[in-house]
């Protein structure tokens, strides 16, 4: 580590201002020494809140980077409005510290932050941020969005030791989680909910309490999972035998995924055969009813279902996602949703009647008075 005084760092900002970025404009921070040449740099998007960008928002987000559109499908939905789950519901609203004022102002999204190594732990992180949160390009009605995650982690353990370090340099700036998401919050104003909750309350969710699967496991691997967790994988499976892998195979090496219709045989055969294969873990946390809720797979959730699911089973959030099967299928629909009228701009018709229908029967199961099917099916719709 090369040690410095911060004192002698210059901090200068870069608006890249051109026809083509009138509503998304990149903005870049520098810290430089005179001696010592670049030591970091920050990079952010400023989102001007226009009418023309409502139905958009993903759109625009998803050209960006892949950790921006998961923020359009998380955070702001495409009207560049809150979910409303993430202010309303009682568990994934978090702290409860974010609210509507997140519909107004301006969007600025810190995209990167990085220091040169040599330079670390010595506040230049801490600094470019202060200098862009304090900069004339962040009003006290807008509000600054970042994901706090390591950019050169080379793998899953050094990835996992340096979260919480970069996550304590975004909170002592100011920043707290949105809800129950990885997304994290900035507002200038020094009397919002936010800026009141010191930052040892803020709400800690660890992403490694169930390791993730590597797309790199062996066939082997692969099978190990598939006998263990038999109705998971028929719906979800490990990367070696998923679509992805078949996709991209030669023909005669390609993998035959198994139809809904052969899913829904397994279920009974699983019943017939060990009835605990019906409601055991994955290694993932996840119960064969929520990948199927997941997977929108009606006639899977329907037959289990017929197997007597316990609501408790339902609603857990015991799992890598922190999320019941109810909201698990939510996720996919709010997310097919904003795809299909992103593609059909305004001519979608909206869900199709399977779709709404494991929505009402997860529901039905969990305990919810939802009324009569045809009622439910036309209030959700069109829902996102």
Not at 7 to 35: G, M
């Amino acid at each position: 580590m090369t040690a410095l005084t911060l004192n002698d760092v210059q901090v200068d900002c870069r608006v890249l201002d051109s026809a083509s970025n009138r509503f998304l404009k990149p903005i870049y921070l520098t810290a430089s020494h005179s001696q010592l040449g670049n030591l970091g740099k920050l990079e952010a998007y400023k989102i001007t809140r226009v009418p023309l960008l409502k139905g958009r928002f993903f759109e625009v987000l998803d050209e960006k980077s892949s950790e921006m559109a998961e923020f359009g499908l998380k955070v702001l939905n495409d009207d560049m409005n809150v979910y409303p789950k993430n202010v309303e519901d009682d568990y994934q609203k978090g702290t409860g510290r974010w609210g509507y004022e997140m519909n107004e102002g301006n969007i600025l999204y810190v995209h990167e932050l990085e220091v040169a190594k040599e330079f670390e732990n010595q506040g230049i992180a801490t600094l470019l941020l202060e200098a862009f949160l304090t900069s004339a390009h962040i009003e006290k009605v807008d509000v600054a969005y970042c994901w706090p995650t390591p950019t050169r982690a080379r793998s899953t353990a050094e990835h996992q030791a340096e979260v919480p370090r970069v996550t304590r340099v975004f909170r002592k700036a100011g920043f707290r989680r949105v809800g129950r998401t990885p997304f994290f919050g900035f507002s200038p104003d020094p009397a919002h909910p936010s800026r009141l909750l010191a930052a040892w309350r803020d709400l800690d969710i660890d992403p490694y309490k169930f390791p993730a699967r590597s797309d790199n496991m062996t066939n082997a691997e692969a099978r190990s999972l598939m006998q263990a967790f038999p109705i998971q994988t028929a719906m979800d499976p490990p990367f070696p035998f998923s679509w992805r892998a078949t996709a991209t195979a030669p023909e005669h090496l390609q993998n035959k995924l198994p139809t809904t219709e052969e899913i829904v045989a397994l279920v009974h055969a699983a019943h017939a055969s060990d009835p605990a294969l019906l409601h055991i873990r994955d290694d993932q946390g996840f119960p064969p009813i929520y990948v199927a809720a997941a997977n929108n797979r009606l006639p899977v959730v329907s037959a289990l279902l017929s197997y007597g699911i316990s609501a408790e089973e339902i609603l857990s959030r015991d799992n890598a996602a922190d999320r019941n099967a109810i909201e698990a299928y939510k996720q996919h629909l709010s997310q097919n949703g904003q795809m299909q009228q992103l593609l059909w701009r305004g001519r979608w018709a909206g869900h199709p009647d399977d779709t709404l229908i494991v929505g009402y029967m997860l529901r039905q199961a969990a305990g919810e008075d939802v009324g009569l099917l045809a009622d439910y099916v036309a209030k959700e719709r069109r829902s996102v």
